[in-house]
């Protein structure tokens, strides 16, 4: 086995460690027990180059600008698989084999969709107006509290329940959030539509008149619009050891129930910084407000003695172009030629930005690309969610990569409850 050798220079002591072999990207050293052999700690303030796990789950390539599922590239589940059907690979290992059982699949989320009357109470409860990630992150916690029996994720039934379960009722939790917000009533589920339709039809549709008139004014709701929708579930399905999916594994590591940790994960979603960002970019690009103004607007995101930066740019691991912002760009331009309609000031305002920062210095340097939140706002716009829903969207996709993560790190025998050290540097 390789080693890496570290000396102390003040002891003149050496240590060896050993590297742990993977399948793809960078090794690891085996630090787990530098503390006890050396006395001293390892020091990386936001784990940039520390991995916490072992993953089967997701890859991610920053250099080539590449994510895989399971070994399957994104741009091939985009094109070829629905989103239940991701979901099935992500908390089964396995893709549905055939037309039948992606059906079946996709059936079972439907009947699960409902929510129980009791968790209805929940939504009424809560203020009109109220930011529907915090609400989310709380109907979460309460299923807890409903499904108290998924104790023993060990236990492959209970594990398939309790994500088929969360996965089936997100969209609907999600849908009630929106229609408390703006004092609608709810709208239960139609177990006739697909899974991805279901939840366009919860947001939009008028509750006496339920199959032509919707909420928007709208007639029904057309293939095209749950094609693009479903493609976008996708792009969030799972993304490596990102801070949500880390809150959910630390989380879990104490014992908790899995929505607890699920719940928490939603919550560290939430931020600016994380999956936040997909609201605050459209807010960005309407008050740039016109492609005149995008240079200025770059030289105040370059001023270092300003904290204001451009939303929807940057990536922890993308050192490049991040594959998912890629497939979104393109889908934007393909919905719009087919007749979803772009709002073409903010397209061309994005389109603007993305110029100016791709040949800029600061972000030449710094490599600094579009995301999967530069480009996505202005699709979810063009299928008429309000932006206050983009992270609760967000929050669908990603639920059964969440599911899948939780689920590896409590069957890993290697696992321990998450507990970082610190270097003291107080009285
Ligand atoms: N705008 C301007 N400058 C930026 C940006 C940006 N969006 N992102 C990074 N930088 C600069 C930093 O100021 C820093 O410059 P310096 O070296 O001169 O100090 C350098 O690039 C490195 O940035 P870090 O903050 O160290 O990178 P980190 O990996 O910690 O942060 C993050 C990644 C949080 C995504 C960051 O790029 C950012 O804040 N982006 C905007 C928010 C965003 O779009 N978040 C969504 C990310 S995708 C997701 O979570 C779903």
Known sequence: MATVTLINNETNQKFDFDIIECTRGPKAVNFSKLFETTGIFSYDPGYGSTAGCESTISYIDGKKGELLYKGHKIEDLVKKYKFSDVCKLLISSELPSNEQESLAFDLELRHRSFLHEGLINLFSALPDGAHPMATLSSAVSVLSTLYYDHKDMEDEDDYQ?????????????????????????????????????????????????????????????????????????????????????????????????????????????????????????????????????????????????????????????????????????????????????????????????????????????????????????????????????????????????????LLEHIKNPHARITRPRQVYIGK
């Open 161 to 405: 329940t309790m994500a088929r379960r969360i996965i089936a009722k997100i969209p609907t939790m999600v849908a009630f959030c929106y229609r408390n917000a703006v004092g609608a009533p709810f709208i239960y589920p139609d177990v006739k539509r697909s899974y991805v339709e279901n939840f366009l039809y919860m947001l939009r549709a008028y509750p006496h008149q339920r199959l032509k008139q919707t909420l928007n004014g709208e007639e029904e709701i057309t293939p095209l619009e749950v094609e693009a929708l479903d493609k976008i579930f996708t792009l969030h399905a799972d993304h490596g050891q990102n801070a949500s999916t880390t809150t959910v594994r630390n989380v879990a590591s104490t014992g908790v129930h899995p929505y607890a940790a699920i719940s928490a994960g939603i919550s560290a979603l939430w931020g600016p910084a994380h999956g936040g960002a997909n609201e605050k970019v459209l807010k960005q690009l309407n008050e740039i407000g016109d492609v005149k103004n995008v240079d200025k607007f770059i030289e105040r995101v370059k001023d270092k003695n300003d904290p204001f930066r451009l939303m929807g740019f940057g990536h922890r691991v993308y050192k490049n172009y991040d594959p998912r912002a890629r497939v979104l760009k393109s889908l934007k331009d393909e919905l719009d030629k087919k007749g979803i309609k772009m709002d073409t000031h903010l397209s061309e305002i994005a389109q603007k930005v993305e110029e100016v920062a791709l040949s800029d210095d600061y972000f030449i340097q710094r490599n600094l690309y579009p995301n999967v939140d530069f480009y996505s706002g202005i699709i979810l716009s063009a299928l008429k969610i309000p932006t206050h829903l983009f992270t609760p969207i967000f929050v669908i996709g990603r639920m059964p990569g969440w599911c899948a993560q």
